[in-house]
């Protein structure tokens, strides 16, 4: 049971760091014209990494539970939108 969150969790990440990968492609497609390919595809593929593990630990943070608050209508708000 174990390793298939591990599989699943790794999945993860690769997937989220392609995504970040192709958006930092075309975002920085003219950039690429002053530096060799090999040390752009690097960096991006280091960049994309540090952004995918960043972006992956905020979507945990958002994800605990947090108290919702709950409030209720009051008359007049009810006989208003009536």
């Known amino acids: 049971m174990g390793s298939k969150t591990n599989t699943s969790k790794k999945v993860l ?3 989220v760091r392609q995504k970040v990968y192709d958006k ?3 975002a920085l497609a003219e950039f690429k014209n002053g530096v060799k390919d ?3 595809e690097k960096k991006l593929r280091r ?3 540090l ?3 960043d972006l992956i630990k905020s979507n945990k943070a958002d994800r605990t ?3 919702k608050v709950v ?3 009051t008359e007049d708000s009810v ?3 009536a």
């Open 13 to 15: 990440k690769k997937q």
């Open 24 to 26: 930092l492609v075309v």
């Open 38 to 40: 090999k040390k752009f």
């Open 47 to 49: 960049t994309s990494k």
């Open 51 to 53: 952004f995918a593990v």
């Open 65 to 67: 539970p947090t108290a």
């Open 71 to 73: 409030t209720k209508k």
């Open 79 to 81: 006989q208003k939108t």
